[in-house]
């Protein structure tokens, strides 16, 4: 999961990947968060969760301000500026389950259904066509439905 913090004026100021994050700083994370589990903050970075993103990053501020505390880090005018946003390896890992799972009733259905999420959530939309292509299931593609209209 990346998070984004943008400026005012439209430049992305910090790009934080919680891949990079320690288990340290996840365990601070999942304390500042009232304990927490890491696994229900990644659902609420999803979910675009002011408190878990703006704990992201707080937690990295802190390798350079040891001393900033969570409860009065502020991130003003946080629906602008803060972005949760998945990766190529998450968008291949939701498309892999939902490829198990669909593969198993045979049907396309529920790769339809969640695709317009991921891509919502991806940094780069077209990962996830990319990935659908990988998975062997290109037709469900926008590059193959756009051209069929």
């Not at 984004?4 to 700083?25: I, P």
């Not at 002011?50 to 003003?76: H, I, K, N, Q, S």
């Not at 940094?123 to 593609?141: E, F, N, S, W």
């Amino acid at each position: 999961m990346i998070i984004s913090y943008t400026q005012n004026d439209g430049t992305v100021e910090q790009r934080v990947n919680t891949d990079d994050l320690s288990a340290l700083e996840a365990a601070a994370i999942e304390e500042a968060m009232d304990d927490v589990p890491w696994r229900a903050i990644e659902a609420r970075l999803q979910a675009q969760d002011p408190t878990a993103m703006r704990a992201v990053l707080w937690v990295v501020r802190r390798r350079d301000e040891p001393d900033l505390e969570f409860g009065t880090f502020d991130v003003p005018g946080w629906r602008r500026r803060l972005k949760a946003r998945i990766t190529r390896d998450e968008i291949d890992d939701a498309l892999t389950n939902i490829m198990r799972e669909a593969l198993a009733k045979s049907e396309d259905s529920m790769i339809d259904v969640v695709t317009p999420h991921l891509r919502k959530l991806a940094v780069d939309p077209d990962d996830v066509d990319r990935c659908l292509d990988a998975l062997g299931k290109g037709h469900l593609t926008r590059r193959h439905r756009d051209s069929e209209d």
